[in-house]
């Protein structure tokens, strides 16, 4: 069964890069035709996307998040990763890895905070 | 971008009643990718349908999903305790991919 596991800071200065990277366990991430997905939710808010990875190497990201967005992808590592530039207060939030729309990780927070 | 609206806000039942949640799309460009997630405090989002009518690997079958063009419903048949939570449409048809603001199912 596949699992998703996010890992990263949980504090990032303003101004800073937000990295989170997410290992799958269980598949590979370069089989199958899968999209992985990086979500995020506010606490005590909705869910919003930010991007994704399709497994045949094609990425989009969100337009709302006004290009700060980069997800990368380390096959070697069975590992995408999310970073996400200039960030405010406004981007802490729980952010989740997900693949397709049923495997979702466990979900990490992050606090955007000096 | 479609915007999905997620009505009513909140749902006050008790357990067995049924539940009808709606979410209506800003748009028709969905199409028939449309997904319903239920979440629990401190939990991810739990897959409960997809593709507007087809529940996920072991979601009981008081879930049901229906709807097409902008309109789309989630039911839950008779409410069981563990049913209590938050539940979010989904459109995954057209970039942005985009969420609802979700509709809280709280005991009456």
């Known amino acids: 069964q596949v699992q998703l596991q996010e890992s990263g800071p949980g504090l990032v200065k303003p101004s800073q890069t937000l990295s989170l990277t997410c290992t799958v366990s269980g598949g590979s991430i370069s089989s199958g035709s899968y999209f992985y997905n990086w979500i995020r939710q506010p606490a005590g808010k909705g869910l919003e996307w930010i991007g994704r990875?399709?497994?045949?190497?094609?990425?989009m990201y969100n337009p709302s998040l006004d290009g700060r967005v980069t997800i990368s992808v380390d096959t070697s590592k069975n590992q995408f990763s999310l970073k996400l530039s200039s960030v405010t207060a406004t981007d802490t939030a729980v952010y989740y890895c997900?693949?397709?729309?049923?495997?979702w990780g466990q979900g990490t927070l992050v606090t955007v905070s000096s | 971008e479609i915007v999905l609206t997620q009505s009513p806000g909140t749902l006050s039942l008790s357990p067995g009643e049924r539940a009808t949640l709606s979410c209506r799309a800003s748009?028709?460009?969905?199409?028939?990718?449309v997904a319903w997630f239920q979440q629990k405090p401190g939990q991810a989002p739990r897959l409960l349908v997809q593709?507007?009518?087809n529940r996920a690997t072991g979601i009981p079958d008081r879930f049901s999903g229906s709807g097409s063009g902008t309109d789309f419903i989630l039911t839950i048949s008779r409410l069981e305790p563990e049913d209590f939570a938050v539940y979010y449409c989904?459109?995954?048809?057209?970039?942005?991919?985009?969420f609802g603001g979700g509709t809280r199912v709280e005991i009456k």
């Open positions: 990875f399709y497994s045949g190497g094609h990425t």
């Open positions: 748009q028709s460009g969905s199409g028939t990718y």
């Open positions: 989904h459109q995954y048809g057209r970039a942005p991919l985009t």
């Open positions: 593709g507007v009518s």
């Open positions: 997900v693949r397709d729309r049923d495997c």
